[in-house]
């Protein structure tokens, strides 16, 4: 237990800078389409991507884990992501660009699934919902000093310094693994030994509700802060020198989000989330009309912020609960889908926003968003009645 606090930092400190690496984007997008000579839109295109990549990658690599050694594991993944932003920093057209956004994407994924597993195995009972929202929090703070700094360091040394600073923190990370986490931390071994097999855990009902909820959930968010830069400067006429302020806002309430989506975790869990995105419906419908009022604008993109991660802590650990009981030899990729499926709703989130973008213009982002929350709610009453109706038939079974 000595080493739990500094092994929690870790763990965080890696969701920190693979959070960065991914945000960041959004932070630079207007100098990366000056630089490129490309258009705002396909710059946004850059986050689809990604976050496709992210989540079709994810589930191989975790599924061909097995039993090796998860500190050696991690530590190969973190040192492909780290040569992936280098290349970032270093690259000379757009399509390098892009190869290498893929690079990092591709191992970005299963490494936060090892990290969530580690904080699995570490973390006494009572602190597992303590540490999974801090370890989600990681991205927030990456929400919160990571896109605001590399927003700034891009403005004053250009855009390719934010990917230095992650390649050095990265490497920092690197040997914290080596010198902390435990060695012989592995999977656990069952019956269940085939690459299918890791996929049973789709079967289970509750299992396919919750990681469509993850995937709608963020993908409303995303329609909207995919396009958080354009948002600020044209529809809100906040000054370049103010922007790093507005994003570094967002970050804290998107922290916040972390904060209390482990509260709600620890208490009433899915059973508050339904008011939680009649909230998010609201406040993305009152968008284009909110943004002719900056203030009120202003309020309701923080407040999204604030709805934006509410969700994964309660729904993380509802679907480690449902792995560990019936499907063990499935632990990583079940630790991963709550990123998986995040990530297919970043792709179509941002994906949806670039489309409005392109025809409807920036103003439009909160109506776009506001369908796929919908979806989320819809969803999330069903599995609530499922986990209700299985709440009510397990003493009946015991009896």
């Known amino acids: 237990m000595k080493k739990f606090p500094f092994q929690s930092f870790i763990l965080i400190l890696?969701?920190?800078?693979?959070?960065?690496?991914?945000?960041?984007?959004?932070?630079?997008?207007?100098?990366?389409?000056?630089?490129?000579?490309?258009?705002?839109?396909?710059?946004?295109?850059?986050?689809?991507?990604?976050?496709?990549?992210?989540?079709?990658?994810?589930?191989?690599?975790?599924?061909?884990?097995?039993?090796?050694?998860?500190?050696?594991?991690?530590?190969?993944?973190?040192?492909?992501?780290?040569?992936?932003?280098?290349?970032?920093?270093?690259?000379?057209?757009?399509?390098?660009?892009?190869?290498?956004?893929?690079?990092?994407?591709?191992?970005?994924?299963?490494?936060?699934?090892?990290?969530?597993?580690?904080?699995?195995?570490?973390?006494?009972?009572?602190?597992?919902?303590?540490?999974?929202?801090w370890v989600y929090s990681g991205f927030s703070v990456a929400s919160v000093f990571g896109v605001p700094l590399g927003t700034w360091l891009s403005h004053q040394f250009g855009w390719p310094m934010a990917f230095y600073t992650i390649f050095v923190i990265s490497i920092v990370a690197m040997l914290f693994v080596w010198l902390s986490l435990p060695a012989d931390f592995k999977q656990v071994r069952s019956e269940h030994n085939r690459f299918s097999d890791q996929f049973t855990i789709f079967k289970h009902p509750q299992i396919q509700l919750s990681v469509l909820i993850t995937m709608f959930s963020l993908a409303g968010v995303y329609v909207v802060y995919t396009y958080l830069r354009p948002l600020f400067s044209e529809q809100l006429h906040i000054s370049i020198s103010l922007i790093t302020i507005a994003f570094t806002v967002y970050g804290f309430m998107s922290l916040l989000s972390n904060q209390l989506s482990g509260k709600i975790a620890e208490g009433p869990g899915l059973s508050f989330m339904p008011k939680v995105y009649l909230c998010q419906l609201a406040l993305l419908i009152a968008l284009p009309f909110l943004l002719t009022i900056p203030i009120l604008g202003m309020i309701d993109i923080m407040l999204l912020g604030l709805t934006m991660y509410l969700i994964n802590s309660p729904i993380q650990l509802h679907v480690l609960e449902i792995a560990e009981a019936s499907f063990p030899q499935s632990l990583v990729l079940a630790s991963s889908l709550n990123s998986i499926f995040a990530n297919f709703g970043i792709a179509l989130g941002s994906a949806a926003g670039s489309l409005i973008v392109q025809f409807s213009g920036t103003k439009y982002v909160g109506p776009g968003g506001a369908v796929f929350t919908l979806m989320t709610l819809v969803l999330l009453v069903k599995l609530n009645r499922h986990v209700r109706r299985q709440a009510v038939a397990e003493p009946k079974t015991r009896s």
Request: proline share 3%; glycine share 6%.
């Open 14 to 133: 890696i969701a920190f800078i693979l959070g960065f690496s991914e945000f960041i984007i959004v932070g630079i997008l207007n100098d990366l389409s000056r630089e490129f000579s490309v258009s705002v839109s396909t710059v946004g295109y850059l986050v689809t991507i990604f976050a496709l990549i992210y989540a079709c990658s994810t589930p191989v690599i975790t599924s061909l884990i097995g039993q090796r050694p998860l500190k050696r594991v991690l530590l190969i993944l973190l040192g492909i992501f780290t040569i992936g932003n280098l290349l970032t920093a270093l690259a000379p057209t757009y399509l390098i660009l892009s190869i290498s956004r893929i690079v990092v994407a591709i191992v970005s994924g299963a490494a936060i699934s090892v990290a969530m597993a580690f904080g699995t195995h570490l973390a006494p009972l009572e602190k597992r919902a303590w540490l999974i929202s």
